[in-house]
């Protein structure tokens, strides 16, 4: 997280009433919103102090969503900040398209909100999973516990991984 003990969400949107009503879902549960109004400012605001999630309209004037997208996850510094890509388009070629600018997730015009809420506890998890040093997620400072291991590919898929105390692979599980 940023440096604050709440974690950061940036929402990205060009309508108002847009950003407003996912800070209204987010900010009561403990999150900590920050609004941009196009891409330019979001990328400024990824750049200057990085959000635990960003949550980015893909329809928007000047750049376009996935344009930002792109952006964030070609730097070195910003790619493992987790990006939702929010739409009102349902078809496939969308999809692909943000998928392959690294998104991590997607949501669809008219979004459920508890859908929204459920999504970014899970990527604030995943991310404070990828931040534990020297990969020991999941075991809690001790070579006996389970671990998991994340993989992203050069085509966006991410690949979550989990081993039992043994050294087993129970599970790897693609995202793309």
């Known amino acids: ?8 969400v940036l929402v ?14 987010l900010e009561g549960r403990g999150y900590d919103v920050r609004q941009a109004r196009d891409g330019n400012e ?35 510094a910003t790619r493992l900040v987790p990006v939702v890509l929010i739409t009102a388009a349902s078809d496939r070629e969308t999809r692909i398209r943000g998928l392959e600018a690294g998104a991590d997730d997607f949501l669809t015009k008219p ?4 859908e929204l809420i459920v999504r ?9 999973l990828n931040k534990r040093p ?4 999941g075991t809690r400072g001790s070579s006996a516990g389970p671990s998991v291991s994340m993989t992203r590919t050069p085509t966006g898929c991410t690949w979550v991984g989990c081993s039992t105390t043994s050294g087993r692979s129970r599970s790897a599980t693609p995202s793309c």
Do not use: W
């Open 42 to 76: 979001a990328l400024a605001m990824v750049r200057a102090s990085q959000p635990d999630v960003v949550l980015l309209d893909i329809d928007m004037p000047l750049m376009d969503g996935i344009t930002v997208c792109r952006a964030i996850k070609d730097d070195p």
């Open 1 to 8: 997280m940023t440096g604050s003990s709440r974690p950061v």
């Open 134 to 137: 020297n990969g020991s997620a």
């Open 12 to 25: 990205v949107d060009d309508v108002t009433a847009n950003r407003d009503l996912i800070e209204g879902l």
């Open 111 to 114: 979004f459920d909100g508890t």
């Open 120 to 128: 970014t506890r899970v990527l604030l998890r995943d991310r404070a």
